[in-house]
């Protein structure tokens, strides 16, 4: 059983930078694909970005050139790297791991807790 910790959340102003971490334990971290996944108030969990275990990555276009995801395996750790923050990125976010990648909050039998980021404008 994969379990995952998100940190890092906060309130920032618009424009601003915050780094999302998410550590892995109970599996072979190396082994998953690794995913954010955000949701807002009333709103439908929405793909954000994800890596492969060979660190091919994807994004939803709106985050495009202002996040970058990462993972450390040496630390069972995933990060989110988001700048240039817009008050429409609110929302809780989460991390997820699964053995395949994928774009579908579905797919991804792990979740994390979540951490609220909020961009104040």
């Known amino acids: 059983q994969v379990h995952l910790v998100e940190s890092g959340g906060g309130l920032v102003t618009a424009g601003g930078s915050l780094r999302l971490s998410c550590v892995g334990s109970?599996?072979?971290?190396?082994?998953?694909?690794m995913a954010w996944f955000r949701q807002a108030p009333g709103k439908e969990r929405d793909f954000v970005a994800a890596?492969?275990?060979?660190?091919?990555?994807y994004y939803r276009d709106s985050v495009e050139g202002r996040f970058t995801i990462s993972r450390d395996n040496a630390k069972n750790t995933v990060y989110l790297q988001m700048d240039s923050l817009k008050p429409e990125d609110t929302a809780v976010y989460y991390c997820?791991?699964?053995?395949?990648?994928?774009?579908?909050?579905?797919?991804?039998?792990?979740w994390g807790q979540g951490t609220q980021v909020t961009a104040s404008s």
């Open positions: 890596i492969t275990w060979g660190r091919r990555t």
């Open positions: 109970g599996g072979t971290f190396s082994n998953y694909a």
């Open positions: 997820a791991a699964d053995q395949k990648v994928g774009t579908i909050h579905m797919e991804y039998a792990y």
